[in-house]
């Protein structure tokens, strides 16, 4: 199979959104589970406007933006975080952020139980 190059893909594809779906407890907010053995690594896709809450994590979080905008507030100061996009959130600090447009965004967690997933797909 040859390889197939997106231009300006709006959503993950079907290898992406295959893998075991998180539980998310905020509206606007989709994302897939690639575990591994000590940590996580998560697709999220974002509508625009969500927003998450103010919180901290006893593990540093790495992240790049695939797609759309997002302020992030890390400790106190505002980042606009576009395509191309990465960041480091230290262990322990306190961070929120407000998604601007429409977002895909891939997270890393040094922590294998981050999320939780929804049962497994079912498939016939």
């Not at 759309?68 to 106190?76: A, P, R, V």
């Amino acid at each position: 199979m040859d390889a197939q190059k997106i231009k300006n893909p709006q959503k993950y594809p079907k290898v992406i959104t295959d893998l075991p779906e998180a539980v998310i407890q905020f509206k606007g907010i989709k994302a897939w589970v690639l575990q591994g053995e000590s940590h996580q690594l998560v697709f999220f896709e974002m509508k625009p406007h969500t927003q998450v809450p103010e919180h901290s994590h006893d593990y540093p979080q790495l992240g790049i933006m695939l797609m759309g905008k997002m302020q992030l507030t890390i400790d106190g100061k505002t980042y606009l975080i576009e395509k191309g996009d990465e960041y480091v959130i230290p262990a322990g600090a306190k961070h929120y952020a407000t998604f601007l447009t429409k977002c895909r965004v891939i997270d890393f967690f040094s922590e294998k139980t981050r999320y939780k997933t929804k049962a497994a797909k079912q498939t016939c």
